[in-house]
């Protein structure tokens, strides 16, 4: 299985390793156990039910501007919509693979130092880790997987866990296909199905978000939500209209535009996918 190399000090690696997001471990650990209790339905088989509630009783964190009251701040989370999120400066570029994951509730700010305006949590369907597309002194920039589509924002160092990952994932909706990178090099490419032209695939940046398997279904035995939203669906099946990759019964949908936005795959392509880390960037063109 495919692991982050951790970036912090050596001190912290083994507690760092125990929290590497295969994606194999957390169907294992924890999916079944989210399905129950998000009630997620994807594009093509539905979006989350319902938003998260924000929970009680969470503690102000300190800041250089003064404390932050985290309880007042939304989840970025694929439920939310992140108001004032700075969009995406390079949707097409890709990045040095390093992700980063939230060791506590951490604010996010519009910049470097900047206004609050959400907070991230260590968990997702499991450890969340988002891909880093920027840095500025003691803050990184991170994408969120809220809407809007493309949104990004910005936290302090001091309240990540970096790690890098060999992976990149592309999908070209203009010839139908997904290619697996590893160490910049094509491992693998497949015909897909994408997004019918009444409900696109979104393009841009995005990354693997969580794994989990859902009972309720038969079209894939595991579904891979992406921190990306339909921009034609505002929700579907109660939810907010997440995109995934997930496999589907037959193949007569590969290599057309077919789905409500999701990304169809063959069962081996699931099998290799399933064996990224999480925090993966996905970059998604019209080539």
């Given at each position: 299985m495919a692991q982050h190399t951790s970036r912090v000090e050596a001190r912290r690696a083994e507690t760092s390793a125990s929290r590497v997001p295969l994606i194999r471990w957390s169907i294992i650990g924890v999916a079944v156990v989210l399905v129950v209790a998000l009630g997620f339905w994807l594009l093509g088989g539905g979006g989350p039910a319902s938003s998260t509630p924000s929970p009680s009783g969470i503690a102000g964190t300190e800041q250089a501007g003064g404390a932050v009251d985290l309880a007042a701040l939304p989840v970025a989370d694929t439920y939310a919509t992140v108001q004032g999120a700075p969009a995406d400066p390079a949707?097409?570029?890709?990045?040095?693979?390093?992700?980063?994951?939230?060791?506590?509730?951490?604010?996010?700010?519009d910049a470097p130092g900047g206004t609050p305006i959400a907070r991230v949590e260590p968990t997702?369907?499991?450890?969340?880790?988002?891909?880093?597309?920027?840095?500025?002194?003691?803050?990184?920039?991170?994408l969120l997987p809220s809407r809007p589509t493309g949104g990004t924002g910005w936290?302090?160092?001091?309240?990540?866990?970096?790690?890098?990952?060999?992976?990149r994932i592309a999908v070209h909706l203009g010839s139908r296909t997904l290619e697996l990178f590893r160490d910049g090099e094509v491992v693998e490419e497949w015909s897909v199905g994408v997004g019918a032209s009444d409900t696109p695939t979104p393009t841009g940046r995005t990354f693997l978000l969580g794994a989990f398997t859902d009972p309720g279904q038969d079209f894939s035995p595991v579904i891979l939500p992406l921190g990306t939203h339909s921009p034609t669906l505002d929700s579907y099946g109660g939810g907010p209209g997440t995109v995934a990759i997930h496999t589907w019964p037959d193949d007569s949908g590969f290599g057309e535009a077919i789905s409500?936005?999701?990304?169809?795959?063959?069962?081996?392509?699931l099998d290799q996918l399933t064996e990224v880390p999480l925090g993966t960037l996905v970059t998604i063109d019209q080539e």
């Amino acid at each position: 299985m495919a692991q982050h190399t951790s970036r912090v000090e050596a001190r912290r690696a083994e507690t760092s390793a125990s929290r590497v997001p295969l994606i194999r471990w957390s169907i294992i650990g924890v999916a079944v156990v989210l399905v129950v209790a998000l009630g997620f339905w994807l594009l093509g088989g539905g979006g989350p039910a319902s938003s998260t509630p924000s929970p009680s009783g969470i503690a102000g964190t300190e800041q250089a501007g003064g404390a932050v009251d985290l309880a007042a701040l939304p989840v970025a989370d694929t439920y939310a919509t992140v108001q004032g999120a700075p969009a995406d400066p390079a949707p097409e570029a890709t990045t040095d693979g390093t992700v980063a994951h939230p060791l506590r509730d951490t604010p996010v700010h519009d910049a470097p130092g900047g206004t609050p305006i959400a907070r991230v949590e260590p968990t997702q369907f499991g450890d969340v880790w988002f891909p880093v597309i920027g840095r500025d002194g003691e803050w990184v920039q991170v994408l969120l997987p809220s809407r809007p589509t493309g949104g990004t924002g910005w936290i302090r160092a001091a309240d990540l866990d970096t790690a890098t990952t060999p992976y990149r994932i592309a999908v070209h909706l203009g010839s139908r296909t997904l290619e697996l990178f590893r160490d910049g090099e094509v491992v693998e490419e497949w015909s897909v199905g994408v997004g019918a032209s009444d409900t696109p695939t979104p393009t841009g940046r995005t990354f693997l978000l969580g794994a989990f398997t859902d009972p309720g279904q038969d079209f894939s035995p595991v579904i891979l939500p992406l921190g990306t939203h339909s921009p034609t669906l505002d929700s579907y099946g109660g939810g907010p209209g997440t995109v995934a990759i997930h496999t589907w019964p037959d193949d007569s949908g590969f290599g057309e535009a077919i789905s409500d936005g999701c990304i169809r795959v063959p069962a081996d392509a699931l099998d290799q996918l399933t064996e990224v880390p999480l925090g993966t960037l996905v970059t998604i063109d019209q080539e």
